[in-house]
């Protein structure tokens, strides 16, 4: 009877166990290997060159995504292939990529380090108090926190693309259900203040891998 119990409970612990490193894994099962060898010289033309600006159709730093959080980039290439998000050449990319590929991609990408910040031209100081109250419970107060892996590191991004983001969920260019209503209270002013807050923070971020 007792060992029958003893029995029990170790099954027990061993499925508790078992569950326990599950979750403490990334989501996604990419190779971040196989994506440098033969995915990644697609990406780095615009991703890895520091500084680089796109040039049509609007001017406005490429993102870093380096150091972004795997589940976030799958999602942001599932919304481009999707035309939820509508940038052309971004489109045009992930319609060539498989779920695979993308996967491979985010593990290769979404490795953590620290680097340095960004420059900004808005306000930070203003900035700091509105994430404190809005922004803080989702991407944590200096943007470094994310609370779930779809919510993206928002430190040391660059402050025109952050702005430009902000932009595109309140006009709807940019479909996000939950984004869209905390942009649409947002001015020209809160966006760039915001941007500068954010992007004036140490991050994880970088332009190259
Ligand atoms: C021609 C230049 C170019 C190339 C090549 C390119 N990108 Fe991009 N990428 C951009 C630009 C510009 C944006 C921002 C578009 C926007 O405003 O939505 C972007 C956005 C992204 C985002 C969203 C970032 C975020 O914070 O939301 C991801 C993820 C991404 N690219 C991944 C990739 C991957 C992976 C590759 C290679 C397979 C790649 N890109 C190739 C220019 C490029
Ligand atoms: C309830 C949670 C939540 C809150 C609060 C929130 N966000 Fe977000 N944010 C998200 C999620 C989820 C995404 C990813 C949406 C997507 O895939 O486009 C996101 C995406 C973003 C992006 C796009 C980043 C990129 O790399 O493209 C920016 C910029 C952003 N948020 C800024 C803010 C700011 C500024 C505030 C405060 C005014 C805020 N967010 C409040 C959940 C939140």
């Not at 702005?163 to 709807?172: C, M, N, Q, V």
Request: glycine letters at 8%; proline letters at 6%; one cysteine or more.
């Amino acid at each position: 009877m007792a060992l029958r119990f003893l029995k029990a409970l170790l099954r027990a612990a061993l499925v508790l166990g078992a569950q326990a490193v599950l979750a403490q894994q990334p989501p996604p099962a990419g190779d971040a290997e196989l994506a440098h060898r033969h995915k990644t010289a697609m990406c780095i033309g615009c991703h890895g060159i520091p500084g680089y600006k796109t040039a049509f159709p609007e001017v406005y730093h490429v993102p870093k995504i380096a150091g972004q959080q795997p589940a976030y980039l799958i999602n942001a290439l599932k919304a481009y292939r999707s035309g939820e998000r509508s940038h052309p050449s971004m489109r045009g990319i992930a319609a060539s990529l498989s779920d695979q590929d993308m996967a491979d991609l985010a593990a290769y990408y979404g490795v953590t380090a620290l680097a340095g910040t960004a420059q900004a031209s808005g306000n930070a100081e203003g900035g700091r108090a509105r994430a404190a109250q809005v922004c803080a419970a989702c991407h944590g107060p200096d943007g470094n926190r994310p609370s779930t892996p779809d919510q993206p590191v928002l430190a040391g991004q660059y402050a025109d693309y952050l702005a430009k983001a902000l932009h595109d969920y309140k006009t709807g260019r940019r479909n996000n259900p939950i984004m869209k209503g905390f942009a649409a209270q947002l001015s020209r002013q809160d966006m760039d203040d915001l941007a500068a807050w954010f992007s004036s923070q140490k991050s994880r971020l970088h332009d190259q891998r």
